[in-house]
C-alpha cells in the first residue's frame, strides 16, 4: 500500500496534532496522525511510514506497527486526509497511479481516451 496527503482547506497545529478542515468539516488529527499526514507528502510506502512512526513515537501498543499504520491510513483515507494506492511497481510516465478514480473521470464514462477527447483542444489532462 501506498499513500499521500490530500490538500486541505486549512489546518492548525498545537502541541502535535493538528485541526484540519476538510470540505466543510473540521477534524481533529492526533500527533500519530498527524505526522502520518505530514510523512507523505509524495506517495509514501506503507511500510516506510510505519518505520518512521515507530522511530518517532515507538512501536505500537499490542499491535504491529505495519498493521496499525495501515489502520491508521484507512482511517486518514475515510476522512479525506489521504489517498491509497496499490503496490510501487504500478507505474505510468514514472507516477504512481492511486486506485482512486480520478476527478476527471465519470464512472460512466466508457471512452477510453477519457472525458473531453473530443474536444478541439484535445483530451483532459492533470495538472
Known amino acids: 500500500m501506498i499513500a499521500r496527503a490530500r490538500p486541505v482547506l486549512d489546518r492548525v497545529d498545537r502541541d502535535g496534532e493538528a485541526v484540519v478542515l476538510v470540505g466543510d468539516r473540521a477534524v481533529r488529527l492526533s500527533a500519530v496522525a498527524t505526522a502520518a499526514v505530514d510523512a507523505c507528502p509524495d506517495w509514501t510506502d506503507a511500510d516506510d511510514l510505519a518505520a518512521r512512526l515507530t522511530r518517532r513515537f515507538g512501536p505500537p501498543p499490542g499491535a504491529d506497527a505495519a498493521r496499525a499504520?495501515?489502520?491508521?491510513?484507512?482511517?486518514?483515507?475515510?476522512?479525506?486526509?489521504?489517498?491509497?494506492?496499490?503496490?510501487?511497481?504500478?507505474?505510468?510516465?514514472?507516477?504512481?497511479?492511486?486506485?482512486?478514480?480520478?476527478?476527471?473521470?465519470?464512472?460512466?464514462?466508457?471512452s477510453p481516451a477519457g472525458p473531453g477527447a473530443d474536444d478541439p483542444r484535445g483530451p483532459m489532462t492533470e495538472t
Open 69 to 110: 499504520t495501515r489502520a491508521v491510513l484507512a482511517e486518514l483515507a475515510r476522512e479525506g486526509l489521504v489517498e491509497l494506492g496499490g503496490d510501487r511497481s504500478v507505474t505510468t510516465s514514472g507516477s504512481l497511479l492511486p486506485t482512486l478514480p480520478r476527478p476527471d473521470r465519470r464512472p460512466d464514462d466508457d
